[in-house]
């Protein structure tokens, strides 16, 4: 398929010049063939160089014209393809798989492994918890006597919370497991 190619126009001052140079050749050559003599005249002829490219990457198919050869804005100087096309396409296809794997996953839900590990770190989690509460309850009668500190109670306290929240809170990541994915996230699979 041709691409149109970009053309540089020679500058207007570089055109002039060009002319310049020409008249000037011409005009010792005519001098020396007018002398009648077979001088030999050394100079330098200027040409304009024109750079073409494509206007988007591409591979050159076929060439048209040779060097030298004489050529009109508008010619077709050479074939190029776009190797871009089939690229683009085999990364959609894998695209495509990759979101076909990951709405299976979603479809299945949870790995019987994972739901296994959730509930194994809830039971240590709640046991946990029970012990805390256990200890606060020792605590607490103790410390209305005074025979335990303030501190050791207040700690106690924060350790029967906390570990309370965290059985809470491997509860809630349980249930989500089992419950699977959002709906809005298995529709946009």
Not at 35 to 64: C, H, I, K, S
Not at 137 to 165: I, K, M, Q, W
Request: aromatic share 0%; charged share 25%.
């Amino acid at each position: 398929m041709p691409l149109p190619l970009a053309r540089t126009p020679a500058p207007p001052a570089s055109r002039a010049r060009r002319w310049g140079g020409v008249c000037l050749l011409l005009a010792s050559a005519a001098a020396c063939r007018a002398a009648g003599g077979g001088e030999e005249v050394v100079g330098t002829l200027e040409m304009v160089e024109v750079d073409v490219g494509p206007l988007q990457p591409a591979r050159v198919v076929r060439v048209l014209v040779e060097e030298g050869d004489a050529v009109r804005l508008g010619d077709t100087v050479a074939v190029l393809s776009t190797p871009t096309a089939q690229p683009g396409a085999d990364q959609a296809a894998a695209q495509a798989v990759a979101a076909e794997r990951a709405a299976a996953e979603l479809a299945a839900g949870a790995r019987p492994a994972e739901l296994a590990r959730a509930e194994a770190e809830l039971r240590g989690t709640a046991a946990e918890a029970e012990r805390a509460a256990a200890e606060l309850a020792r605590l607490e009668p103790l410390a209305a006597r005074g025979t335990v500190s303030r501190s050791a109670l207040d700690a106690a306290r924060a350790a029967a919370r906390t570990t309370a929240s965290r059985r809470e809170a491997l509860e809630a990541a349980l249930a989500l497991l089992r419950e699977g994915a959002r709906r809005e996230r298995r529709d946009a699979a």
